[in-house]
């Protein structure tokens, strides 16, 4: 054997072991939130006083749902299967222009009727972009409110744009291009199962997924960089999908687009850009194309001593992590030589970690002005704050290993919090309206009456769907990886992001809005959990002549996911 082939078959290993690493932490992670999901659920906001009640579920009740969806899943994918391939494109065409459209008119509905007016960092970073049209940098002088933040100074650029167009503190263009953006959500996601995956009913069930996706509709007017992070997270996801598919350059063209302008809305979208990193290495290990590799997964991927035949993927990679992090530095740029002020002069990230630490009346690692307090203590000298925080991390990590069961409850409740909680905080972050705006009827009962706590109980079943499916979908993946069976790579990237997202919220401030974006991510994964699931109910004795009266399939039970040689 020479030593081409020896290196080839080391990367075999690696490949497999990582991706291996990857499925066994996703699955813990899964079938904690799946037990928790279950078993309880986080009340959050409906009635603008409650805060924070952890209320018990019924178990089977939940159960009971996540296995009817599943069968539903399964009938129509009978359906479908009765009819030929142009029959089933046609069906889910329409589906996607169906669900396009009653998504849009929703939306722009819900946005023009719903008077929410921004508070708190979403006023400050629109104010800001407002004041610099004016020639007005105040805000971002040491220790001013973006001289601070510096991260807001992507999102407020953007609305420097916007307010450039349609007029200062204007923000149903915004909230009008939420629904857009939403609509390409939906649009994007299509797109990346087809690419992946060989049923059908996946796409129909995915666009009834997001349709569902009711939080994601009640985030719509919130003026803030969310909705725009989430759309184009997934237009990422299927770009990088695209390209590793076809090989043509567009799509890197369109990843690169989509990253610049979601890390710009929101920094931790580079926990998504660290998965597009690893992804980059998975491919170049997979076709043994990686025989020298230096990865710094949390800037970007280094290229070291490799033939340029042989490196298309980590160009490919690179160049969407380049793109993103020369937006950002662009950005940085531009506010300096118009302002004159000095840029990276912003509180340390490692203040929000040890706030995240910390325990607020009885919450765990929640908002409490601790990194902002602390930096101005120490006259916005950034060492000084970022060794107070290092210290206070290190003393705080010493009470967790003097007492295991603290550090677990702290826990616990932090993720409790932020994964359980079915709304994701989205009527709660939404709840400020315009002075003198009377609310309708329905707006009403949403916020504070029957119709919302109605919606919260809808939504904590469609949470559970949402875990338990993920979970069974990983299960399939974890399969299909034992068998060392290949599936496109490109359909491990959401789990990247969703694990990192997962890590990036126990260390981080908590907050469900901060979560929201993975789980909606998780919904490419549904359909894979929803069909799996029906396949073995069906397998049950009293369920069997279901299958055999007209559930077949191409490849066997495996087919749904596609294979690549």
Known sequence: ?????????????????????????????????????????????????????????????????????????????????????????????????????????LGVFYVCKNPYYPVGDQINTTAFAAYCRDGNFSMLSIGGYVGMYQQQKGLAILYEILFTLFGDFNYRPAKILHVIWWTLTILAGYGFLKLNTDRPVFRILYCVMMLGCLPLLFYLPYIYGDVLSISFGIILFYGVAAYEHSGQKRYIALASF????????????????????????????KKKKGQYLLVAVTVYVLLVSLRKKKVRYLMAGTAILLTAALSVKAVDVIYEVRSGY???????????????????????????????????????????????????IRERLEEFSQDPGMAFNFFKNKVEGQWIEPMYAALESTESFEEGAELSPVLESLYYGELGRTIWKLTN?????????????????GILWWKKKEVPISLWLPWIAVFGGFLFSILWEAKSRYVFPYCVFMILYVPEGLYQTGLLLCKLPKLRKFKKSGHTQDKGEEASLRETA
């Open 461 to 477: 079943y469609y949470q559970s769907i949402l875990y338990l499916a993920g979970l069974m979908a990983l299960v399939m993946l």
């Open 342 to 392: 000095p840029s990276g002069v912003g509180i340390p990230s490692i203040l929000w970690v040890a706030m995240g630490l910390q325990e607020t009346e009885g919450r765990a690692g929640v908002y409490n002005r601790y990194q902002q307090a602390t930096f101005t203590d120490y006259d916005c000298q950034q060492e000084l704050a970022a060794q107070q925080g290092k210290e206070y």
């Open 258 to 285: 989509a990253a610049g302008l979601a890390v710009l809305a929101r920094k931790n979208t580079w926990i998504i850009l660290i998965g597009v990193g690893i992804y980059a290495v998975l491919v170049c290990l």
């Open 1 to 105: 054997m020479n030593t081409r082939q020896l290196q080839t078959d080391k990367n075999q290993k690696l490949y497999h072991a990582l991706l291996g690493i990857l499925l066994v932490c996703a699955l813990a992670m899964m079938m904690l939130l799946s037990y928790w999901a279950c078993k309880y659920s986080y009340y959050g906001a409906v009635d603008g006083r409650t805060r924070g009640v952890l209320v018990g579920d019924k178990t089977w009740a939940h159960i009971a749902v996540f296995l009817a969806a599943s069968l539903c899943a399964m009938g129509i994918d009978k359906v479908l299967m009765k009819k030929d391939k142009s029959q089933q494109e046609k069906i889910c065409l329409c589906t996607l222009i169906v669900t396009s459209v009653i998504a849009f008119i």
